[in-house]
């Protein structure tokens, strides 16, 4: 059964940094695509970043330039940077894993098959 463990969240002022990560055991990681979502409450869950077995790296369009994903496949690790972060971007931020990555649907939380248990990240403002 994989498993993913997100660590890396907490409190941060506006135009703080996070690095976010996700370690993963139990399963094939270097073959899976790893995506980050983030949720607030009464809110769908929404993509954040995703990053192909080959690190091909997509993000929200808005996010792009202020986050980054990669992995570490000799860690079974997925990190995700955070840079000048907003109020806007307090969530709790998941990690997820897909068996069958697939460029056409890496931002839909339908096509993952594992996910973590999420990290709390909030910025004051």
């Known amino acids: 059964q994989v498993q993913l463990v997100e660590s890396g969240g907490g409190l941060v002022q506006t135009g703080g940094s996070l690095r976010l990560s996700c370690a993963a055991s139990?399963?094939?990681?270097?073959?899976?695509?790893m995506g980050w979502f983030r949720q607030t409450p009464g809110k769908e869950r929404e993509f954040v970043a995703a990053?192909?077995?080959?690190?091909?790296?997509n993000y929200k369009d808005f996010l792009k330039g202020r986050f980054t994903i990669s992995r570490d496949s000799a860690k079974n690790t997925v990190y995700l940077q955070m840079n000048s972060l907003k109020p806007e971007d307090t969530a709790v931020y998941y990690c997820?894993?897909?068996?069958?990555?697939?460029?056409?649907?890496?931002?839909?939380?339908?096509?993952?098959?594992?996910w973590g248990q999420g990290t709390q990240v909030t910025v004051s403002s």
């Open positions: 990053i192909s077995p080959g690190s091909n790296a």
């Open positions: 139990g399963g094939a990681f270097s073959t899976y695509g």
């Open positions: 997820a894993a897909d068996r069958e990555y697939w460029s056409g649907n890496y931002d839909s939380w339908l096509a993952y098959d594992y």
